[in-house]
């Protein structure tokens, strides 16, 4: 089975500091990858995802991220933070081909915007 | 459109009671998934609907089961509830299967709390 893992339960960044999101994944064969993004009292929506192609992927709100297969990544950045992006974030991965629409969450990561 | 709408909102129980969320996905989204988010966990996989059967279960005791619907509605059950089952109950719906590569559309929750 997949496994998932975000480095850092909590990240506080500056506004308009850098952000970066760690998520590593354990496939042997890369799945697809996604970010989620879940503000106070909300579900989760979608911020980008990687199925192919170019490795690095633009999303929402400023949102990118890269997949590097060597590394078994694809952490999740924003070259400057703004308040609203305080909220919690989520890598998820799913296998490629029809093995279940299994779908596998990380633990999260809580990003905390100071001013 | 509408998304996927999920209800009650907040959920309040005593031990040992039954309790049943509902989630109704969104209009041609045929593959419902229920998440159950406690506190430092993140996202645990629960059940996988599609066309009206269960497709696939996470590690969860049986006292956690459901159903979907002709409409593709679907309903959560958990029985015989214990305090470490207060958590947030996320509802999301998909295109049908294979869809490992698309989004999952997420409601925003039903928050259980048993006392």
């Known amino acids: 089975a997949q496994s998932v893992t975000q480095l850092g339960s909590h990240v506080s960044v500056s506004e308009g500091a850098l952000v970066l999101l760690r998520c590593n994944y354990s496939?042997?064969?890369?799945?697809?990858l996604f970010w989620y993004v879940q503000y106070p009292n909300q579900g989760l929506q979608l911020l980008l995802k990687?199925?192919?192609?170019?490795?690095l992927v633009k999303g929402i709100n400023g949102f990118e991220a890269e997949f590097k297969k060597s590394e078994t990544s694809f952490h999740l950045t924003k070259p400057s933070a703004h308040m609203s992006d305080a909220a919690e974030y989520f890598c998820?991965?799913?296998?490629?081909?029809?093995?279940?629409?299994?779908?596998?969450f990380g633990t999260g990561t809580s990003l905390t915007v100071i001013p | 459109e509408a998304g996927v709408t999920q209800s009650p909102t907040h959920l309040i129980k005593t031990r040992g009671q039954q309790a049943t969320l509902r989630c109704s996905p969104i209009?041609?989204?045929?593959?419902v998934y229920w998440y159950q988010q406690a506190l430092g966990l993140g996202l645990q996989f629960l059940l996988w609907?599609?066309?009206?059967?269960?497709?696939n279960r996470g590690n969860f005791p049986p006292r956690f089961s459901g159903r979907q619907f002709p409409n593709y509605s679907s309903e959560l059950n958990v029985n015989a509830l214990e305090l470490e089952d207060s958590a947030l109950y996320l509802c999301?719906?998909?295109?049908?299967?294979?869809?490992?590569?698309?989004?999952?559309?997420f409601g925003s929750g039903t928050q259980l709390s048993v006392l």
């Open positions: 990687y199925t192919t192609g170019a490795t």
């Open positions: 998820a991965v799913s296998d490629r081909g029809n093995t279940g629409n299994q779908f596998y």
């Open positions: 999301a719906s998909s295109l049908k299967v294979p869809a490992t590569n698309e989004k999952l559309f």
């Open positions: 609907y599609d066309e009206g059967e269960e497709r």
């Open positions: 209009s041609g989204h045929t593959s």
């Open positions: 496939s042997s064969v890369p799945p697809y």
